[in-house]
C-alpha cells in the first residue's frame, strides 16, 4: 500500500542516502523531503531523483515549514541534526536549537495530524563510553558531549510523546556511518581527501579511540525495517559489527589508496572524548530479523572509491 514519508534532513548525509533507498525499495511511495540546507545539507546530493521526491527548504525549528511539511505525510522520518561532536563543543546553541525545539515541533505536528509512525534518528553516542562489552537499550543515558546530550534530550522528549499523547514513535541508535555525501569535515571523508591531496592526516590523541562502523546503505535498510515493522515506543540499536581504533581505521584507508603511514599526524585530543562505543544489536537481529549485508572491507573500498571518482563534490572543501 502506498504512503507518503517526510525525511528531515534529506539532503544530509544519512538522510540523502534513504531518500534514494526508499525510492529503490518502495517506488509507489511519495516522498517529501524538508532540508535547510545548511553545510551539511547539499541539494546535489538528490540531483538525479529531484524529479520524482517533492522538496521544501525549510527549517524543522519553524512551525510553518513543519506543519507544511508533515501535512497529508503517513510517516516521518527524522534525520535533521547539528551532528559534529567538534562544532558542538565550540558553539552548542545550534544543537540545542535542532534537536530539542526543531524536535518538539516535528513531534507537536506528527500529533496533530495523526501521522502512523514517527521515527527518531539517534546514535550510539547518547550512552556514553564503554571499556567492555556492548550498550543494551536498556542501558542508562550517559551523554558526554554537547551532541551527544542534545541527541539524548530529542529520544526523551520523542519518547515523552509515547507516553503522553501515544504518538506513534520509535528510535534508533547507530554506530558511525560512512558512504557517499559525507561532509569532508567528518573523519573518514577527511582522511581520504587530505590523503588523496599529499597532507597530513589528522588523528586525535594516540588513535586508540574505538568506534564500531556501519555501511550507510546497510543503516537505510535498518532504519526502513523499524519504520516498518517496529514495535511503537521502542528503541532499537543498529550497528555494522566493525570495532575499530581510528589508528587501525586510517591505516586501512592509505593502504587503500596506496598512500604512505608517514602521512599520519597526531594532534591533541579533543575534550571530552569516548573511549570506545559499542552496541548490542540483538534486539533488532532477534526481533525484527535485520542484519548488515555489506562487509566493512568491501564496503569501505566503495566509500574511498565515491570520493575518488566525486572529487567535484568535495574539492571546495
Request: proline share 3%; charged share 25%; glycine share 8%.
Amino acid at each position: 500500500m502506498s504512503k507518503k514519508v517526510l525525511v528531515t534532513g534529506g539532503c544530509g548525509f544519512i538522510g540523502s542516502n534513504f531518500v534514494h533507498y526508499m525510492l529503490e525499495k518502495h517506488p509507489d511511495y511519495g516522498i517529501v523531503v524538508l532540508d535547510k540546507l545548511t553545510y551539511a545539507g547539499k541539494k546535489e546530493n538528490l540531483a538525479s531523483v529531484m524529479d520524482k521526491i517533492e522538496f521544501i527548504h525549510g527549517d524543522i525549528c519553524n512551525k510553518g515549514d513543519v506543519e507544511k511539511a508533515v501535512k497529508d505525510c503517513d510517516f516521518v522520518v527524522n534525520f535533521a541534526a547539528e551532528t559534529h561532536v567538534d562544532r558542538s563543543i565550540v558553539d552548542s546553541e545550534s544543537f540545542i536549537l535542532t534537536e530539542v525545539l526543531g524536535v518538539g515541533r516535528l513531534l507537536e505536528a506528527a500529533k496533530e495530524t495523526n501521522v502512523e509512525r514517527f521515527v527518531q534518528i539517534s546514535t550510539d553516542e547518547v550512552y556514553g563510553s564503554i571499556k567492555n562489552g556492548s550498550f543494551k537499550e536498556t542501558d542508562s543515558l550517559n551523554p558526554r558531549n554537547p551532541y551527544a546530550a542534545c541527541k539524548a534530550a530529542a529520544e526523551l522528549l520523542t519518547k515523552s510523546y509515547f507516553e503522553t499523547f501515544n504518538t506513534p514513535i520509535l528510535i534508533t541508535r547507530t554506530t558511525n556511518n560512512h558512504g557517499p555525501f559525507q561532509n569532508a569535515e567528518k573523519f573518514i571523508p577527511k582522511i581520504v581527501i587530505n590523503a588523496l591531496r599529499n597532507k597530513p592526516v589528522p588523528i586525535y590523541g594516540n588513535g586508540q579511540q574505538v568506534r564500531d562502523w556501519i555501511y550507510v546503505l546497510d543503516n537505510c535498510e535498518a532504519v526502513d525495517i523499524v519504520l516498518h515493522k517496529g514495535k511503537l515506543g521502542e528503541t532499537y540499536n543498529i550497528k555494522g559489527g566493525n570495532e575499530k581504533t581510528n589508528l587501525e581505521l586510517v591505516k586501512q584507508i592509505l593502504k587503500i589508496l596506496g598512500k604512505p603511514e608517514s602521512l599520519i599526524s597526531f594532534i591533541t585530543d579533543r575534550l571530552g572524548h569516548d573511549e570506545r562505543y559499542s552496541l548490542d544489536d540483538t534486539k533488532i537481529r532477534n526481533g525484527l530479523g535485520w542484519k548488515p549485508s555489506t562487509t566493512f572491507g568491501d564496503a569501505i573500498k566503495k566509500t574511498v572509491q565515491w570520493y575518488i571518482d566525486n572529487e567535484s563534490w568535495w574539492s571546495n572543501a
